[in-house]
């Protein structure tokens, strides 16, 4: 479980591409230690087990399943991303919860700058996953918990603040990229059991 709170990034170094499957390796510097390994850590949005360290360098297997879910399949050396170790008992919740089950791409339209903010438009490449698209509710974009500040038939913005700028791969964005989208958690488990 995380929490879409992003302080770190690294940016992958090593890519090992088997018949469907991958195994990377991402560079970082955020401290592991052996005790680490099998721990979940989540990979710009996706609930990754740890496999291997060595050195500065955190290695992860990556199914199928995966590939198919989430933009890891056009993944390329030296692509930065967003790194969250998964929440403690006691930590404070400054996001939402997310699980790090990426349920599908997104593909950015638009990006406009007001001021110092970044007002990002995308579009869901399900569009069966758009009933739970509403506006004000939570949303894990690349891992970044974020808030849907407009929706319509076929797009929903972002607002992104400097700060979350700063210390995301959200900032290197452009039009046409794809992103890993972690709907509210709550919004399908109750959609689930009320139809």
């Known amino acids: 479980m995380f929490n879409g ?26 401290k592991f230690t052996f005790k680490d390994i099998g721990s979940s ?28 879910r989430s933009n890891f399949k056009s993944l390329k050396k030296n692509q930065i991303i967003n790194l969250e170790k998964s929440i403690t008992f006691g930590q404070n919740i400054s996001g ?9 791409i997104a593909i950015v339209k638009k990006i406009e700058i007001l001021d110092k903010t970044w007002v990002i438009k995308f579009q869901i490449s399900d569009k069966k996953l758009f009933r739970f698209i ?12 974020l808030t849907i500040s407009k929706v319509d038939k076929k797009f929903f913005e972002i ?28 919004s399908k488990y109750i959609y689930k059991y009320t139809n």
């Open 41 to 68: 850590i989540s990979c710009n949005g996706v609930c990754l087990t740890l496999v291997k360290i060595k050195r500065n360098l955190i290695f992860f297997y990556l199914s199928n399943e995966t590939l198919k």
């Open 5 to 30: 709170i992003i302080f770190d990034t690294g940016k992958v170094k090593n890519i090992s591409r088997f018949k469907k499957s991958i195994l990377i390796g991402i560079y970082t510097n955020i």
């Open 96 to 104: 939402h919860f997310t699980q790090g089950h990426v349920d599908t």
């Open 134 to 145: 509403v506006e004000k509710a939570s949303i894990s974009i690349n891992g970044v918990s």
């Open 159 to 186: 607002n992104v603040i400097p700060h979350t700028l700063k210390l995301t791969n959200l900032k290197i964005l452009k039009v046409g990229d794809s992103v890993n989208v972690e709907l509210d958690i709550f």
